[in-house]
């Protein structure tokens, strides 16, 4: 799994018929400048992207965060939140997993590199090429569960 760059986004693209149109590379730029632990949902990202005076409607923003996600270029995360988040597929050693709190959203990434590599070996076993491979673990943080009265 390599880092993409507008030009290897470009490539990627063509490939498969489609254009690496400015929207894409804003939104891949966006993505490729997010400090580490970081994500941004749809809405997250078209506020940004307002406040920086892009005008990319966010329906564009939906069709191209499914693409990059579906390409291996973006991480689709079901955080607690009941929507998606997207943050740049990292490839190893910053590929990381997460634990979230499902009553205050509390979100830790966490490196695993057993899972990693038990998803990697099953892919290729089955002849597949790794795109990602993630682990969220939902549960309630320390604090969550002192306030619910839990042991």
């Given at each position: 799994m390599a880092s993409h760059t507008a030009a290897s986004l470009k490539v990627e693209l063509n490939e498969r018929?489609?254009?690496?149109?400015?929207?894409?590379?804003?939104?891949?730029?966006?993505?490729?400048n997010l400090p580490?632990?970081?994500?941004?949902?749809?809405?997250?990202?078209?506020?940004?992207?307002?406040?920086?005076?892009?005008?990319?409607?966010?329906?564009?923003?939906?069709?191209t965060l499914k693409l990059m996600a579906r390409m291996g270029i973006l991480r689709?995360?079901?955080l607690a939140e009941g929507h998606k988040h997207y943050e740049l597929n990292q490839p190893y050693p910053h590929h990381h997993h997460h634990l979230i709190c499902v009553r205050c959203n509390t979100t830790i990434e966490f490196k695993n590199d057993p899972v990693l590599r038990i998803g990697a070996k099953t892919a290729r076993r089955e002849g597949f090429h790794l795109l990602d491979c993630q682990l969220t673990i939902h549960a309630l943080c320390p604090p969550c569960q002192q306030a619910l009265g839990l042991p």
């Open positions: 018929g489609w254009r690496l149109t400015p929207q894409r590379e804003t939104i891949l730029h966006i993505f490729q580490n632990g970081n994500h941004l949902s749809a809405d997250d990202l078209h506020r940004r992207l307002q406040d920086q005076g892009e005008n990319i409607s966010l329906s564009t923003i939906y069709r689709e995360l079901e």
